[in-house]
């Protein structure tokens, strides 16, 4: 029986050490980020109508809407805009792929 208890109070003793270990981290992690200020790496920007237009009037391949053509467009800029790039979107076109879904 000594040694069951022996094994017990160790497993114990580990988990309460690893959990006091991850609360502190999480603690120094709180701490940190609102002494140096995280910043929100998401910009929002609102397309204007006038953009909106533009990509809707844009050819669209059969089979993909203009919401989607408009959705994948704003996603990609928002994504390359954050790297401080100046691409433009000339053409959304669907990949003839033998990948199955």
């Known amino acids: 029986m000594g040694k069951y208890?022996?094994?017990?109070?160790?497993?114990v003793v580990g988990m309460g050490t690893v959990l006091?270990?991850?609360y502190g981290l999480s603690l120094f992690i709180r701490i940190?980020?609102?002494?140096?200020?995280?910043?929100?790496?998401?910009k929002s920007k609102n397309?204007?109508?006038?953009?909106?237009?533009?990509a809707?009037?844009?050819v669209i391949e059969e089979g993909i809407s203009a919401r989607k053509?408009?959705?994948i467009s704003a996603a990609i800029y928002s994504?390359?805009?954050?790297?401080?790039?100046?691409?433009?979107i000339i053409s959304i076109t669907r990949n003839k792929s033998n990948w199955k879904r």
């Open 5 to 11: 208890l022996i094994a017990l109070q160790l497993a």
């Open 20 to 22: 006091i270990t991850l």
């Open 32 to 42: 940190n980020s609102r002494v140096c200020g995280v910043r929100d790496s998401k």
């Open 47 to 54: 397309i204007t109508e006038k953009e909106a237009d533009l």
């Open 56 to 58: 809707a009037d844009k």
């Open 69 to 71: 053509v408009a959705a």
């Open 79 to 88: 994504y390359l805009e954050q790297d401080g790039s100046n691409y433009k």
